[in-house]
C-alpha cells in the first residue's frame, strides 16, 4: 500500500506540472522513481516514458481550450524528435548506468542555469 501511495504522488506531482509549465513531470518522475521507489535509471526513464505521453495527450487537450497550437512547428518536432528518440534509445542500449546518470545529471544542471540566465 505504502508503494502505491508513493506511485500516486508521483503521478499528481507528475500531472501538476505537465499542466502548469507544459515540462518537467518526466524530470521530476524519473528523479522520483529513482529515489524513492528505488529502480534504476534505465527503468525510471522506460515507466517515465510509458505514461508520460498518456498525461501530455490530456494536457494537450487542456491547452488546446484554451491556447492555439502551431501545426507546422508541430510537424517538424515530430520529425526531428522521431530521428532523435531512435539515435536516443540506441545509445542507451549501449551505454552503462553510472554514464546515463552523468549524463543525465549534467543535463539537468544545463538546463536549470539557462532557465535561471533567461
Known sequence: MKHKIRYATIGL???FFN?????F????????????CLLSQKISQ??????????SLITIWFYSKTISIDLIILLYILIGGIIGS??????LNNIKT???NFIFS???VITGVIVLLK
Open 86 to 91: 531512435y539515435l536516443g534509445t540506441k545509445l
Open 98 to 100: 553510472t554514464a546515463l
Open 25 to 36: 513531470g518526466g524530470l521530476l518522475s524519473i528523479i522520483a522513481l529513482k529515489k524513492y
Open 106 to 108: 549534467i543535463i539537468m
Open 13 to 15: 506531482l507528475v500531472g
Open 19 to 23: 499542466g502548469l509549465i507544459g515540462t
Open 46 to 55: 522506460a515507466t517515465t516514458l510509458s505514461y508520460i505521453w498518456i498525461l
